[in-house]
T-cell receptor, first 112, second 113 residues
Framework: GNSVTQMEGPVTLSEEAFLTINCTYT??????LFWYVQYPGEGLQLLLK?????DKGSNKGFEATYRKETTSFHLEKGSVQVSDSAVYFC???????????FGTGTRLTIIP | DAGITQSPRHKVTETGTPVTLRCHQT?????MYWYRQDPGHGLRLIHY???????DKGEVSDGYSVSRSKTEDFLLTLESATSSQTSVYFC????????????FGPGTRLTVT
């Protein structure tokens, strides 16, 4: 079946630091990959997505590249801000399997 | 922002009582979902709907039932609440079959004492 593994948190960084949150997946075929973000007290919001190998999703300075050879979709940002503090979820969906499979989430805290 | 509301936003109830959570959307999206969010588990799908009166089970459906009598409303019922159902419940909607992009409601925090 499908599964998503993302790095354990919490992650604490200083403002303007470089961010990487690792995500690897197990799936058959050609899944679509997503990063969702959850700010305190809110529901999840789609941050970015990629639907085929070597695609790069990007939004709000965040990027992730769909690497089929390593089954990975790591989230990166070059310079984080305090407002990026949130929980980040990696997820996948697969054609014919009508479910989004989520990782367990990584809590990110940015300190000024 | 997608028009999704959940009610109530917070609820405390006693073990053994029935509880119904409501999700309402104004986007006319075909697909609606109920998830629960628990520490260490991420989000887990409880039930989903692919049209009026069309529903199916997710990975943690035991103890829950759903109904969808109108496109805009999706109800989640805990038939006899247990402490293990204390959680934050999220409703989500999507337009496409591939779960391509889901929009989430603000969540309902349920405590079963």
């Amino acid at each position: 079946g499908n599964s998503v593994t993302q790095m354990e948190g919490p992650v604490t960084l200083s403002e303007e630091a470089f961010l990487t949150i690792n995500c690897t997946y197990t799936a058959t075929g050609y899944p679509s990959l997503f990063w969702y973000v959850q700010y305190p007290g809110e529901g999840l919001q789609l941050l970015l997505k990629a639907t085929k190998a070597d695609d790069k999703g990007s939004n709000k300075g965040f990027e992730a590249t769909y690497r089929k050879e390593t089954t990975s979709f790591h989230l990166e940002k070059g310079s984080v801000q305090v407002s990026d503090s949130a929980v980040y979820f990696c997820a996948l969906s697969n054609f014919g399997n009508e479910k989004l499979t989520f990782g367990t989430g990584t809590r990110l805290t940015i300190i000024p | 922002d997608a028009g999704i509301t959940q009610s109530p936003r917070h609820k405390v109830t006693e073990t053994g009582t029935p509880v119904t959570l409501r999700c309402h959307q104004t986007e006319n999206h075909r697909y609606m979902y109920w998830y629960r969010q628990d520490p260490g588990h991420g989000l887990r799908l409880i039930h989903y709907s692919y049209g009026v009166k069309d529903t199916d089970k997710g990975e943690v459906s035991d103890g829950y039932s759903v109904s969808r009598s109108k496109t805009e409303d999706f109800l989640l019922t805990l038939e006899s609440a247990t402490s293990s159902q204390t959680s934050v419940y999220f409703c989500a909607i999507s337009e496409s079959r591939r779960f391509d992009e889901q929009y989430f409601g603000p969540g309902t925090r349920l405590t079963v004492t």
